[in-house]
T-cell receptor
């Protein structure tokens, strides 16, 4: 059974204080790993897809990286508008039509 | 504007009263999916559809039905809702399932309460 564990559950940062969110996964053949951002009361918003170990993707202050067991979402010099819940999901080659989501990391960035 | 819409956004109902939550996308996407989101459990897939008239079960399909008669619409049907189906529901769509086509676009959510 595919599993996704995100840590920490919640993270509080000061504006400008860089940090990383972790997504550990077990999957029978990784087809893709996805990061989403979810604001309160809204649907998740797609951020990145990573396909193979060593791959990195960046978007503004966010950088996602992937190893064979985990992915990190690095947040550089965060701003209050980066406050949100960040979700990680995996898709396996077997049963490729479904995504397995982690429970998310709630990030709060204070001014 | 490219979007996924859901209706209603909020619904309070009683046990056993059949209801339908509509989902529509205007991006000509082939793949559509329904999720429920519960505190401490995260997002879990209920049903998905890879194209018109093609649907299949996700992780938590019990108590739900879906249909895909048109490419743009994917309604979620609760024939006899129960309190354990109280949840936040999201519809999502993507162009396909391969590579970058798998970027899922989510609707705004439907908050359902079953009394």
């Amino acid at each position: 059974e595919d599993q996704v564990t995100q840590s920490p559950e919640a993270l509080r940062l000061q504006e400008g204080e860089s940090s990383s969110l972790n997504c550990s996964y077990t999957v029978s053949g990784l087809r893709g790993l996805f990061w989403y951002r979810q604001d309160p009361g809204k649907g998740p918003e797609f951020l990145f897809t990573l396909y193979s170990a060593g791959e990195e993707k960046e978007k503004e202050r966010l950088k996602a990286t992937l190893t064979k067991k985990e992915s990190f979402l690095h947040i550089t010099a965060p701003k209050p508008e980066d406050s949100a819940t960040y979700l990680c999901a995996v898709q396996a080659w077997s049963g490729y039509s479904t995504l397995t989501f982690g429970k998310g990391t709630m990030l709060l960035v204070s001014p | 504007e490219a979007q996924v819409t859901q209706n209603p956004r909020y619904l309070i109902t009683v046990t056993g009263k059949k209801l339908t939550v509509t989902c529509s996308q205007n991006m000509n996407h082939e793949y559509m999916s329904w999720y429920r989101q519960d505190p401490g459990l995260g997002l879990r897939q209920i049903y998905y559809s890879m194209n018109v008239e093609v649907t299949d079960k996700g992780d938590v399909p019990e108590g739900y039905k879906v249909s895909r008669k048109e490419k743009r619409n994917f309604p979620l049907i609760l024939e006899s809702p129960s309190p354990n189906q109280t949840s936040l529901y999201f519809c999502a769509s993507s162009l396909g399932l391969a590579g970058s086509y798998n970027e899922q676009f989510f609707g705004p959510g439907t908050r359902l309460t079953v009394l």
